[in-house]
Structure formats: structure tokens, C-alpha cells
């Protein structure tokens, strides 16, 4: 499993989403909203075929009076839903041959309290199942 083609996968992803796209954690002083993601944690299923990572997407604003733009960002982020064709993360598959299959679903939607009030925070989890070539 190449993790590095996993990254740049959801990397495009969520840059069609926002411009400020960034692993693990913004430079100081980024304009909001934007997007942190990372692949917290990995383990390969019992007979050997698949690689299971857990996704964190955080998806940042500093509107605490105002959280239309947050939640417009995170449901673009997460999508439809649809079985097929799936316009976010939750549901998407993605193939690249010889390269990268995988498919990604959900797993919760959390509102995450920031020691600054002023600072919004939505956090999707995913999980991403990542088929061994």
C-alpha cells in the first residue's frame, strides 16, 4: 500500500473543495476557513488484504456568531452519500490501477470546542478501506 498516493488523493480531494488545504496542522496566521487532515491510525485486516486508516478532516472558521460558511464547507466535504458517484468522502471510491483502490466511509460528524471562543471546529472521521495491489 503506497500511503503517499492515499495522501495525495485526499489531498485533490479536498483542494476541490477549498484553496486552504493542509496536513496535520495551518500555518499561523491562515485566512479561515480552512481544512486540516490527517491519517491518524492504520491497521491491516487479519487475512492480509486491506489496510484500514482512520481520516480526520477538521474543518476550521473564526465566525463563532455565524457558522453558515463552516457547515456549508463540511457538508461539501462529506457530500451526498450517494452509493454511487458520491460528490464527498462519505461512500467515495477511488481506483487508480496498479495504484491505489479504496473506499471511504464516514464514521462520525463531531462539533469540537476550541480553547479560543472565537474559534469554530467541525471534525469528520472517516474510515478508509485500502485494498493491497
Given at each position: 500500500?503506497?500511503?503517499?498516493?492515499?495522501?495525495?488523493?485526499?489531498?485533490?480531494?479536498?483542494?476541490?473543495?477549498?484553496?486552504?488545504?493542509?496536513?496535520?496542522?495551518?500555518?499561523?496566521?491562515?485566512?479561515?476557513?480552512?481544512?486540516?487532515?490527517?491519517?491518524?491510525?492504520?491497521?491491516?485486516?487479519?487475512?492480509?488484504?486491506?489496510?484500514?486508516?482512520?481520516?480526520?478532516?477538521?474543518?476550521?472558521?473564526?465566525?463563532?456568531?455565524?457558522?453558515?460558511?463552516?457547515?456549508?464547507?463540511?457538508?461539501?466535504?462529506?457530500?451526498?452519500?450517494?452509493?454511487?458517484?458520491?460528490?464527498g468522502l462519505h461512500r467515495k471510491h477511488y481506483y487508480v490501477s496498479g495504484t491505489l483502490r479504496t473506499d471511504?466511509?464516514?464514521?462520525?460528524?463531531?462539533?469540537?470546542?476550541?480553547?479560543?471562543?472565537?474559534?469554530?471546529?467541525?471534525?469528520?472521521?472517516?474510515?478508509?478501506?485500502?485494498?493491497?495491489?
Amino acid at each position: 500500500m503506497n500511503v503517499i498516493e492515499l495522501k495525495k488523493m485526499i489531498y485533490a480531494f479536498l483542494k476541490t473543495k477549498t484553496e486552504r488545504v493542509f496536513p496535520e496542522m495551518a500555518p499561523p496566521n491562515t485566512t479561515y476557513p480552512f481544512i486540516t487532515y490527517g491519517l491518524s491510525t492504520s491497521f491491516t485486516d487479519p487475512n492480509q488484504h486491506m489496510e484500514i486508516f482512520t481520516l480526520e478532516v477538521d474543518i476550521w472558521d473564526n465566525k463563532p456568531l455565524d457558522t453558515t460558511a463552516l457547515e456549508t464547507l463540511t457538508g461539501t466535504v462529506d457530500g451526498d452519500g450517494a452509493m454511487t458517484a458520491a460528490s464527498g468522502l462519505h461512500r467515495k471510491h477511488y481506483y487508480v490501477s496498479g495504484t491505489l483502490r479504496t473506499d471511504v466511509y464516514r464514521d462520525t460528524r463531531l462539533e469540537i470546542d476550541d480553547p479560543d471562543p472565537a474559534i469554530r471546529r467541525r471534525q469528520l472521521r472517516y474510515t478508509i478501506y485500502t485494498y493491497l495491489q
